[in-house]
């Protein structure tokens, strides 16, 4: 009885270094598997249901191993099962309340699940970065959360403190360059869009982002410019060719806003807006009868849509059609303040 009992007890004898044997308790020998599988789930970093498999095995070995929930909440986050990653951040902030990682990932969870209070997710944040000033992701997302909050020097602030942190780091520049332009700080936008570009010189977004900027300081060549190689790196993205067209028409650039919003027709031929904004395009270049056709299709698109039916009744005006103008004009008077609603 005695010999069972401690068969319960303890494992399998283990010979020693010095060649005697002891015996190893089974919790111990549960705690050394427990932690071979979170070595694993280290490991795994990026294959989350390996990270989640591992960790969870650890964790019905050693209920106790902090790590192991928090690197299966941050996989649960990233595979967006957001109140599995809550759950877990839970865990370890009853372990340990001051573990600012976990913070984070609570608050992230609940920003983008949409479930949190903007006080609590704020809360977290600001308490993670209190526990852990060099905790750049704790600077960043808090940076996110005032800028959705409007508390944007307060944003400002915060992307500083993670520029300062991971200088490196192109996401962070993009939103400050978003809070700088909030101030109408658009030089300092346009610096930190030069450095996201210069970080990641294949993003497309990056060169459109600048492009806007640029266009609230009257730099239209600089946005053309900008506009032309998020086109060359992602030329399906017919907004950025709208983009460049509204640029070129700034600058009296007609033809060339044309070709732009011609080949962002080719791509959606169905947006109404495009006729039209084509439409205005031929007016300038005198191109009436294009344009009466244009003016006509965007219509044809959407007959409630009142803009279409000013533009038209402008050109009929011009043409010495004025029956037809004061028609368009009646009708675009009717459908003004009510919400265009497209034919499907």
């Excluded at 690197?71 to 951040?89: E, H, P, T, V």
């Excluded at 060099?134 to 996110?144: N, P």
């Excluded at 192109?170 to 450095?195: C, E, P």
Aim: with cysteine; net charge positive; charged share 30%.
């Amino acid at each position: 009885m005695m010999v069972l009992a401690m068969a319960a007890t303890y494992v399998a004898v283990i010979v020693s270094a010095y060649g005697g044997w002891f015996i190893l308790p089974a919790r111990s020998q549960n705690n050394s598997t427990a932690l071979h599988y979170l070595q694993q789930a280290r490991q795994c970093a990026g294959n989350n249901g390996a990270v989640i498999d591992y960790c969870s095995k650890a964790i019905m070995l050693n209920p106790k191993l902090e790590e192991a929930y928090e690197l299966r909440a941050r996989a649960y986050m990233d595979k967006k099962l957001f109140d599995d990653a809550i759950n877990d951040a839970n865990r370890v902030l009853k372990l340990n309340p001051r573990n600012p990682r976990a913070l984070i990932i609570r608050a992230r969870c609940g920003y983008l699940f949409g479930d949190a209070k903007n006080e609590d997710i704020l809360r977290d944040l600001e308490n993670a970065v209190a526990i852990d000033p060099r905790c750049q992701d704790g600077f960043y997302f808090l940076g996110i959360a005032y800028l959705a909050n409007k508390e944007t020097r307060k944003a400002l602030r915060c992307f500083d403190k993670a520029v300062e942190l991971t200088p490196n780091s192109k996401g962070i520049y993009q939103y400050r360059s978003a809070a700088h332009s909030l101030l109408g700080q658009n030089d300092a936008a346009v610096k930190d869009m030069d450095m996201f570009i210069k970080l990641d010189p294949k993003k497309d977004d990056g060169y459109v982002s600048r492009a806007g900027f640029e266009l609230t300081l009257n730099h239209y060549d600089k946005a053309i410019a900008d506009y032309g190689k998020a086109i060359e790196l992602n030329p399906r993205e017919y907004p950025y060719r709208m983009m460049r067209a509204s640029a070129y028409s700034k600058i009296g650039k007609h033809k060339e806003a044309v070709a732009d919003y011609t080949e962002a027709i080719k791509k959606n031929s169905i947006d109404e807006d495009l006729f039209l904004k084509r439409g205005n395009e031929y007016v300038a270049l005198k191109m009436y009868d294009k344009a009466l056709s244009d003016y006509n299709e965007s219509i044809s698109l959407n007959g409630e849509y009142q803009s279409a039916y000013r533009a038209r009744a402008a050109l009929y005006e011009i043409l010495g059609k004025k029956d037809l103008s004061h028609k368009d004009r009646a009708k675009a008077d009717e459908l003004e303040g009510r919400p265009a609603e497209k034919k499907i």
